[in-house]
């Protein structure tokens, strides 16, 4: 090693130490399985190997959320990692204790698109990042900080990464602590930051990475080819000038991203890769089935809450549309399962019992439509049959429906207009239904009338043209009464609309 680099190290692995003596709070390291949080970690990792196990006291808590829809190949790459470090761990007395965090079962990505209906994220509804992210780590750190009030977070974030990272990196700099920051993070105004490579470039990483050897076991040369393999042109130069791309312009995310063009690390793998080919599956259903671009067709024109709400598109009225509709989820779920099958029967030992989603989510996403939703068709059980192969594993031979799938289909013929492109009169009827049987053998109907009349005004209009034609005519009450019309029983007329 260059001797700038050994002082580096040296004043990295110093400066661990120290804080490791300073007082006896807890440690977590947050860990993606990425070049810069497996630099800290194994930065802290061969640091407090030099301390003598009598005073090793501390526990320190590697902490890795996987959202459940990460890359396969990342997924797996970090799951083996969490394992060996606790392995690795354990043996040598060091202190390290590997966490895998998972979104709540209620914070799913498809719990949520397929099941409540959220139509894929956006920009201006961007409702993923704190489910399947920052919802698992934020409580699990508040809970280790808990236990004595204060906790160091060490993260592996650089200010040579971006602009912005180094502007909200130094705008927090300085804490009553040396070495420390303050959190960005209000609800974790008590975690200390220590960003032990914040000054590094990306080279300075990658030359460390590739000069040590990974002391829990993982192999930092497959991580270098991972990055390798993840950049379009299969380029991963370490040190040439400062012009020359670094594999840190690759980015592993969530395969289901619609926040971004296109998933290009994905798409680099399958290109660099012929083994990696049965993901095509996987990148195609991102593509076809999660465009952003005008999901209009795809999507309720009422809101979650079935309001209406009118705002002005190219000058003229329009609705602000909701969650994705019935025949829509279907479909996305049967792709979905289809993709899964065939990742299952294609994709490389190791990865063959790799889950898209899970019977647990799948029994949610269920239990939504039946009951959230009044979808009691129950449809799901069929389309599962029919795109595993398999029947579901979860029906209950007791099961019985209200009305048999026959006569919903002769309901829904009845009920079938011109004017109700949508089965608006349709729905209205079978979530009345629903509402009837669940009072069923009750002493007290209690609330009943409330909830059919709500049923009733939930279903107010057949289609968007009624709905655009009478917010329009209530711009008079807008203008004369904000009150009146904000609290409008159908909806209000708004003039920025946020996608939700």
């Known amino acids: 090693m260059m001797s700038e680099e050994v002082n580096r190290i040296e004043l990295a692995h110093e400066q661990i130490r120290d804080l490791y003596y300073a007082d006896d709070l807890p440690w977590i390291i947050g860990y993606s399985g ?37 890359n396969p190949i990342v997924a797996t790459w970090v799951s083996t990692s969490l394992k060996k ?81 180094k502007k909200v990196m130094e705008r927090v700099k300085g804490s009553t602590r040396q070495l420390l920051d303050r959190n960005t ?63 840190g312009d690759s980015r592993f995310g ?21 083994d990696k080919k049965w993901m095509i599956p996987l990148a195609e259903l991102r593509e076809k089935k999660l465009d952003t671009t005008d999901d209009f067709p795809n999507r309720d024109f009422r809101r979650m809450d079935r309001k209406v709400y009118l705002f002005e598109r190219n000058g003229e009225p329009s609705l602000i549309h909701g969650p994705y509709k019935q025949s829509y989820r279907q479909e996305l779920l049967k792709e979905l399962l289809e993709v899964q099958v065939s990742i ?27 009951e959230e939703k ?34 919903l289909s002769v309901l829904k013929d009845l009920c079938a207009t011109k004017e109700d492109p949508e089965n608006i009169l349709y729905q ?20 009943i009338f409330e909830n059919l009349q709500k049923t009733l005004l939930d279903h107010a209009f057949l289609n968007s043209k009624e709905a655009i034609t009478y917010l329009t005519t209530r711009r008079g009450d ?8 904000e609290n409008d029983l159908f909806g209000v007329v708004v003039e920025d609309p946020v996608e939700k």
């Open 34 to 70: 990425g070049k810069d949080s497996s630099a800290v970690l194994q930065l802290v990792w061969s640091a407090v190997e030099t301390i003598p196990e009598k005073d090793r006291k501390k526990t320190i808590h590697v902490i890795s959320t996987d959202t459940l829809v990460e």
């Open 85 to 165: 470090i606790n392995e690795e761990s354990s043996g040598r007395r060091l202190g390290f204790q590997a966490h895998r965090l998972t979104p709540k079962l209620e914070d799913r990505f498809w719990v949520n698109l397929i099941g409540r209906g959220y139509p894929a994220p956006r920009p201006k509804f961007r409702w993923c990042t704190s489910r399947l992210k920052i919802n698992a780590a934020t409580t699990f750190i508040r809970d280790v900080a808990s236990e004595t009030g204060e906790a160091i977070l060490f993260l592996g974030t650089r200010k040579s990464e971006s602009a912005a990272r």
């Open 185 to 247: 993070d209000p609800n974790l105004d008590r975690v200390w930051v220590f960003s032990v490579i914040a000054d590094w470039s990306t080279d300075e990483v990658w030359e460390y990475l590739m000069e040590t050897d990974n002391p829990w076991g993982h192999s930092n040369d497959d991580l270098f080819h991972l990055y390798r393999g993840a950049t379009p042109d299969a380029e991963c130069p370490l040190v040439v000038d400062k012009s020359t791309p670094s594999c």
């Open 254 to 274: 969530c395969y289901v991203c619609t926040l971004v063009d296109k998933d290009r690390s994905m798409n680099a793998m399958i290109q660099n890769d012929d």
């Open 344 to 370: 299952k029967k294609n994709a490389p030992k190791g990865l063959d019992d790799f889950e898209l989603i899970s019977i647990e989510e799948l029994d949610e996403i269920r239990r939504i439509w039946l």
């Open 374 to 407: 009044h979808e009691i068709e129950d449809f799901l059980p069929e389309i599962y049959e029919t795109a595993t192969g398999e029947p579901y594993p979860n029906v209950d031979s007791n099961e019985s429906r209200i009305f048999s799938r026959e006569d």
């Open 428 to 447: 209205m009827l079978r979530e009345m239904i629903q509402t009837e049987h669940s009072y069923r053998g009750a002493h007290r109907r209690t609330g």
């Open 478 to 485: 807008l203008d004369q009464d904000r009150g009146m019309a």
